[in-house]
């Protein structure tokens, strides 16, 4: 049996190309024209292609090119530039005439120059080298190539088998939606941590200045104070604690036509950021973050913290996608036994299933501390027939959508438009100063 690990023949690596088989038709019809005619003379002409073709078929390679390619950088940001290299070897003494690379592209990956092929000449026993520079205009997983190369050799008379090499895959995190907020969480899940609480507690954020009371320290005596109302005051601070948040993504539709990086964003490129943006500020200070999928396949990251937790973050939103026409997962495998009690839920919806906002009631009424983020924005809608009913569907839906929102905030679920930067300040402090005095259902 043949070792599959032995070089491949010469008669399995190439095949005989059109100009082969030209060459040795030529001079096969003349040496026959002469022998059947006598003219001798027509020989002297089919002896250079004789020659010619003999000679280059003595210095035929015996082995096919090899190719690979490869990145400069392992994983991107989607809008980031892209460095690929096409690294074609030639494992034969003798140099190949042409080694012709197809590179295919996907869709969300522009190099230059990709739509044609390349050309490159590799001598004996060397590497030579194609460099393609480029951006990925999306984030996701995308895979590029196969690669395809074809070697000419033998003065053209023979070209080899195509050899491939497998997909490289490319990584491109999401552009960070940049996020900040000033707000106290509604209740800590921790003991300690960097994060500022409304519950008075050793901390250093004042909070105020009241009588002296059983259990107070000495050192908090506020003694200017004391002096002037002729009674013992002491300093009051607010503690500071970690607070889990839980980043829930509705994947159940996609909404609008993505333009990547440069263009319009769709609802599941507005989500993604956004998860991305909330998960980095809050990684930040120091507290726990979770996220889960909602959609047809239920996923879950479990909460942690810290950049390792950031970067597997990342790598979880890569494959966030939408359930399209899925079914509505059932409650054993989602509901709010999946969400700690004390944790802030930041769900991020288009509130375009009516699905959505049930879901979004079912954890209201369990007791956790729910925000709705919109991530639809302001909608392209088609451009308005010109029948006299035909801005009546888009008033009728944009309607429905409004009442599903203020029944959501009849059930005390928030909703507010996503906006980046100090955007939920506001609601995140309401739902901070409910909970302060609230009991909280595991």
Do not use: C
């Not at 909070?207 to 320290?217: I, N």
């Not at 928030?414 to 609601?427: H, K, N």
């Amino acid at each position: 049996m043949a070792d599959p690990s032995a070089p491949r023949s010469h008669a399995r690596a190439f095949e005989p190309t059109r100009a082969l088989g030209r060459a040795v038709l030529v001079s096969g019809v003349l040496v026959l024209v002469a022998v059947l005619t006598g003219s001798f003379d027509l020989v002297v002409l089919a002896a250079p292609f004789a020659i010619g073709t003999a000679v280059s078929l003595v210095r035929r390679p015996g082995r096919a090119p090899t190719v690979a390619v490869t990145a400069a950088e392992p994983f991107l940001v989607e809008g980031g530039d892209l460095d690929v290299r096409v690294d074609v070897g030639n494992p034969n003494p003798d140099g190949f005439d042409l080694v012709v690379v197809r590179l295919l592209v996907p869709q969300w990956v522009r190099l230059k120059h990709s739509d044609r092929p390349y050309a490159v000449d590799v001598q004996g026993g060397t590497i030579a080298g194609v460099d393609l520079e480029g951006r990925v205009l999306r984030w996701g997983r995308h895979p590029l190539g196969p690669v395809t190369a074809h070697a000419v050799a033998a003065d053209g008379l023979l070209i080899s088998r195509p050899v491939r090499a497998p997909e490289l895959p490319l990584k491109a995190y999401a552009a960070i939606e940049h996020f900040d907020a000033a707000e106290a969480m509604p209740r800590a899940a921790g003991h300690v941590g960097g994060h500022r609480s409304r519950r008075t507690g050793e901390g250093g954020e004042l909070a105020g200045v009241r009588r002296f009371g059983p259990g107070d320290r000495l050192r908090r005596i506020d003694w200017r104070v004391s002096l002037r109302t002729r009674e013992i005051h002491v300093v009051s601070t607010l503690s500071d604690r970690d607070a889990e948040v839980v980043v829930l993504l509705d994947a159940l539709h996609e909404a609008g036509r993505s333009g990547g990086i440069e263009g319009r964003a769709s609802v599941l490129d507005t989500t993604v950021r956004a998860a991305a943006g909330i998960a980095e500020h809050y990684l930040h200070r120091g507290d726990r973050v979770a996220l889960l999928q909602y959609g047809g396949t239920v996923r879950h990251l479990r909460a942690a913290s810290g950049r390792r937790h950031y970067m597997t973050t990342l790598e979880w939103l890569l494959d966030v996608g939408p359930a399209g026409n899925a079914d509505e997962p059932p409650p054993s495998s989602f509901g709010p036994h999946m969400v700690q009690g004390n944790a802030l839920v930041m769900v991020l919806t288009p509130l375009l299933d009516i699905r959505s906002a049930a879901m979004l009631a079912n954890l209201a009424r369990a007791g956790r501390f729910v925000v709705a983020v919109d991530t639809l924005g302001n909608p392209v809608l088609p451009k308005r027939s010109a029948a006299k009913w035909g801005d009546i569907p888009q008033r009728l839906w944009a309607l429905e959508r409004q009442n599903i929102i203020a029944q959501l905030r009849e059930h005390g679920v928030p909703v507010v438009a996503w906006g980046g930067a100090g955007s939920l300040d506001e609601v995140l402090r309401g739902v901070a100063r409910v909970a302060v005095g609230r009991t909280v259902t595991a």
